[in-house]
Structures are given as structure tokens and as C-alpha cells.
């Protein structure tokens, strides 16, 4: 079975600096999907960034990138130039092609201080 | 694009009682959603599929009978706590699987909050 693993339940970071939140994963499939969601106070999930595990190339979105690493089933995220509405939980997700179902990790909170 | 409401954002009542939550898709059509429920810091749990059109697909562990959803169109799925006690108290979060940007992706509502008294 699929399984999510984020290590850091909590993490901080100063506005303006740099953070990377880890997430780690099991799967015996070739061909899946990454997602980092973000969850802030609101509770309203958000996707930030998606990653295809067939494409090699790092996934950008504006301030946020991912560290894929697929033989060491690693997926971090990078977040630049932390702001204060970055503050929120972080989930990792996992889903494989041809199915629908996202797996998703416990979560990291980040806290950003000004 | 792709937004997914959610009705209502919080309930309460009593034990007993049986509440309906709708999930919606507002600007894009979605054959599949998804009903979660959340704990407080935790994270979601996949209750079931819903499949417009057909039967919805339960995980293991989650009562059909007291956990009732409805895709009756594209654009809206329902969830009705049935016999609601305070165990059923939780956050419950839909998604629907939207089809933007050529890629398949899980949009998410804002939640309703159930308080079961």
C-alpha cells in the first residue's frame, strides 16, 4: 500500500527567508502523481504545486518549487521569500494514474515570524 | 476557475438528528467527487467516491447506512449524516475532480464544521 510520510510536524521560518518542508513516500508504481496542498486557518485546502512523476523537471510555481527525487521517493518543497499568509499546514499528497484517490501525509504547520 | 462551495460552512444538532451537506462545483462539471473528514490536527480522510450518476464507493471502516451521498448531477454531491451522535462531530471537506489545463486535479470546498449536541 501507498503510504505518505511528512517527518516535520512543525517547522518555522522568518519572513522573507527561505524554507523547505520534507515529504517522503512508498509506492511500487513507475507512473503518479505529487500535490502539495495548503491549508491556512480557513481550512479551505488549496493546491500549491503538482508534480508528474514521468517528467524529470522540477515543478515552479512562483515562490514555491519542489526537490523531486524519484528513486529516493522524496518530494520537498521549497517555499522563497516566505510572506505571512504562507503560514497555514502544509499536506503532501500522493495519487496514482488511473486512480482518483489522493493519499495524503499528517502534515506540516509552518509558522512564518516577521 | 475550478471553485467548490460547500453548504452549510457549520451546523449544529442534536443527536438523532439527521443533517444533509452539499458539495458543489461552480464553474466546471465533475463526474467524481470526494468526501473527507478531518479531525482537529489531522489530516483528511477519504470517506468515499462519488460517482455521478451511480453508487458511491466507501472506504473500509465507513458506514454506508449512516453516511449517505448522493451525485445526483454534475454539479453537486450530498452528504447526509444520518442518525447523527457527537462522534459524528468533525469537519467534513469535499473536492471534485476537475479536468483544467488539460490535467486532472482535486478541487477542494471550505468545509462545513458539524456539531452533533
Known amino acids: 500500500a501507498q503510504t505518505v510520510t511528512q517527518s516535520q510536524p512543525e517547522m518555522s521560518v522568518q519572513e522573507a527567508e527561505t524554507v523547505t518542508l520534507s515529504c517522503t513516500y512508498d509506492t511500487s508504481e513507475s507512473d503518479y502523481y505529487l500535490f502539495w496542498y495548503k491549508q491556512p486557518p480557513s481550512r479551505q485546502m488549496i493546491l500549491v504545486i503538482r508534480q508528474e512523476a514521468y517528467k524529470q523537471q522540477n515543478a515552479t510555481e512562483n515562490r514555491f518549487s519542489v526537490n523531486f527525487q524519484k528513486a529516493a521517493k522524496s518530494f520537498s518543497l521549497k517555499i522563497s521569500d516566505s510572506q505571512l499568509g504562507d503560514a497555514a499546514m502544509y499536506f503532501c499528497a500522493y495519487r496514482r494514474r488511473n486512480t482518483d484517490k489522493l493519499i495524503f501525509g499528517t502534515g506540516t504547520r509552518l509558522q512564518v515570524f516577521p | 476557475g475550478a471553485v467548490v462551495s460547500q453548504h452549510p460552512s457549520w451546523v449544529i444538532c442534536k443527536s438523532g438528528t439527521s443533517v444533509k451537506i452539499e458539495c458543489r462545483s461552480l464553474d466546471f462539471q465533475a463526474t467524481t467527487m470526494f468526501w473527507y473528514r478531518q479531525f482537529p490536527k489531522q489530516s483528511l480522510m477519504l470517506m468515499a467516491t462519488?460517482?455521478?450518476?451511480?453508487?458511491?464507493?466507501?472506504e473500509q471502516g465507513v458506514e454506508k447506512d449512516k453516511f449517505l451521498i448522493n451525485h445526483a448531477s454534475l454539479t453537486l454531491s450530498t452528504l447526509t449524516v444520518t442518525s447523527a451522535h457527537p462522534e459524528d462531530s468533525s469537519f467534513y471537506i469535499c473536492s471534485a475532480l476537475g479536468y483544467l489545463l488539460r490535467t486532472d486535479t482535486q478541487y477542494f470546498g471550505p468545509g462545513t464544521r458539524l456539531t452533533v449536541l
Open positions: 462519488s460517482n455521478e450518476g451511480s453508487k458511491a464507493t466507501y
